[in-house]
């Protein structure tokens, strides 16, 4: 059994909040602009939903769609807005499936991780498996 990572300190937490809420700018901007100009319409009616509304949980349903142009954009999306509603219930840098806390170093490479390296490996084992 492996040491377990220490928590986050109060700073490593506000730089991954930051970058988490910098990621979803961007991404946000990204899609608004991919979606400009686009005359396929459920691309139309995205558009439209997310300039009605600032819940962009709306993207966690587009994204299960296969909307091949902005798919990718909304998947990630997604997973930082889940990452952004960790931080603020108090989950954010637990190992989703084994609790432990996740490693600084791993979060700083890629802030919205849900799992530490060894579950997202199994997990990745069984999706592979699955498919
Ligand atoms: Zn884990």
Known sequence: MPATAPSLTREQRASLEA?????????????????????????????????????????????????????????????????????????YGECADCGNPIPYARLAAYPAARRCVACQDDAEARERLRR
């Open 19 to 91: 970058a988490l809420d910098a990621r979803q700018r961007e991404l946000r901007a990204e899609l608004a602009s991919k979606l400009r100009n686009q005359d396929d319409p459920r691309l139309v009616g995205l558009r439209n939903r997310l300039e009605d509304t600032d819940d962009w949980a709306v993207a966690d349903a587009m994204a299960a769609q296969d909307i091949t142009l902005v798919s990718r954009d909304l998947a990630e999306l997604a997973k930082v807005e889940a990452a952004l509603a960790r931080t603020v219930e108090g989950s």
